[in-house]
């Protein structure tokens, strides 16, 4: 098969007349531009102006600036096949976007329909009636956080909590009287348990009466046992870059080194 060649208008440069070095052009000779690809990107860069990705943006809600980032605004997501435009074709992949309001606005409406949903749940008309329905629920049900009422027996509760305990309080009890601890002692157990854990992952025996085992006695253990980090930090190199041979033969050298001194002394 005889390869066709075609030269550039603009660089006089020979290349391959396929649509890896020239754009296709149906009127063109063999279907393809007059001037290669390389010629046409270095045209594009000095004719079209890049635009700068936007640093901020305004929120639809408040018409206050934002720094355009996942901490004053939250993404939404744009499923491949939508139509985000009128008489445009869907998008061909999911598409990942800042919305409109800021964090704060976009609670603030979260609250409002949520509050709108609950005055038609409960047939009110007002905010105040709306207070006044939540407020019996709640004191009924005995949970009005730091206000409430712990002597009305309720259903929900599933421990006694202290009294004007709040509901990050009576959250933190819960929980840790659904692992089966007492809260009062809870810190001492805990740390008694987390203790023998870590005794028993230890890689190397150490003297008893350390709960912490300081930096000198693990540095004199991994010595000891002549790790392959150990080996490789006295031959000035990383792990990853020493042969396993050359460990092997650098951990005898070290050992025959040692048995040489012990006797000695």
């Avoid at 279907?31 to 079209?48: A, D, I, N, W």
């Avoid at 009924?140 to 006694?160: T, V």
């Avoid at 692992?179 to 348990?193: I, L, R």
């Avoid at 490789?232 to 050298?253: I, M, S, T, Y």
Wanted: contains cysteine; aromatic residues 10%.
């Amino acid at each position: 098969m005889i390869m066709e060649y075609k030269t550039c208008n603009k660089c006089n440069s020979a290349s391959l007349a396929t649509l890896k070095y020239f754009h296709a052009q149906k009127r063109g000779l063999y279907g393809l531009r007059s001037v290669c690809k390389v010629c046409m990107s270095e045209k594009f860069k000095t004719t079209y102006i890049s635009i700068p990705k936007k640093t901020e943006k305004v929120c639809g809600h408040c018409k206050e600036t934002f720094p355009l980032t996942s901490e004053y605004f939250f993404t939404k997501t744009t499923k491949a096949g939508t139509i985000v435009k009128k008489d445009c074709p869907p998008i061909s992949k999911d598409s990942i976007s800042f919305r409109s309001v800021c964090k704060i606005c976009n609670t603030k409406q979260g609250f409002i329909r949520d509050r709108k949903k609950l005055m038609i749940k409960y047939n009110v008309s007002s905010e105040k009636e709306l207070n006044d329905v939540v407020y019996n629920m709640r004191k009924k049900a005995g949970i009005l956080g730091a206000h409430a009422n712990l002597n009305i027996p309720s259903k929900r509760r599933k421990y006694e909590y202290p009294i004007n305990a709040s509901i990050a309080e009576m959250q933190r009890i819960r929980l840790i009287r659904d692992k089966g601890f007492d809260p009062e002692t809870y810190d001492d157990e805990w740390k008694k348990q987390w203790l023998q854990k870590a005794k028993a992952n230890r890689k190397y025996d150490y003297p008893d009466g350390y709960d912490i085992v300081p930096k000198s006695l693990i540095q004199k253990a991994v010595s000891d046992h002549m790790t392959d980090a150990f080996i490789a930090n006295r031959l000035g190199f990383k792990l990853e870059d020493v042969p396993v041979d050359v460990l092997e033969l650098k951990r005898k050298q070290l050992k025959f080194y040692r048995d040489v001194k012990n006797k000695k002394n």
